[in-house]
């Protein structure tokens, strides 16, 4: 059974720099994506950066392109966001996500969309102060 648990979150001044941690624990990237949502209350889930397949493509929202960076470690299963020049706009709770059966392929589209995931971990509440 997989299952995904965040970390790194906390509060930085705007500017400032986190680095977030999603371990999914019994998951394989072949055909499948780990994703960042974040989401703030009443709002949707609004899809953030994935990687997908055993090459690691990688996509990212317009709203945070050149400001994080998503990755996975060469070895293990764990999955990094890394946060710079943060904004107050960025405060949210920060979850991770996995699909749970195989896509057959992948666009920024639907792997940005948080309706195409199955898994989800707790989240990891994010807060960029002014």
């Known amino acids: 059974q997989v299952h995904l648990v965040e970390s790194g979150g906390g509060s930085v001044q705007a500017g400032g720099s986190l680095r977030l941690s999603c371990t999914a624990s019994?998951?394989?990237?072949?055909?499948?994506?780990i994703g960042w949502f974040r989401q703030t209350p009443g709002t949707e889930r609004e899809g953030v950066a994935a990687v997908c397949g055993t090459s690691g493509v990688v996509y990212y929202a317009d709203s945070v392109k050149g400001r994080f960076t998503i990755s996975r470690e060469v070895a293990g299963i764990t999955v990094h966001l890394q946060m710079n020049g943060l904004i107050p706009e960025d405060t949210a709770m920060y979850y991770c996500?996995?699909?749970?059966?195989?896509?057959?392929?992948?666009?920024?589209?639907?792997?940005?969309?948080?309706?195409?995931?199955?898994?989800w971990g707790q989240g990891t509440q994010v807060t960029v102060s002014s």
């Open positions: 019994g998951y394989t990237f072949d055909h499948r994506c």
């Open positions: 996500a996995a699909d749970s059966s195989d896509r057959p392929y992948f666009s920024i589209y639907h792997t940005l969309r948080a309706i195409e995931y199955e898994l």
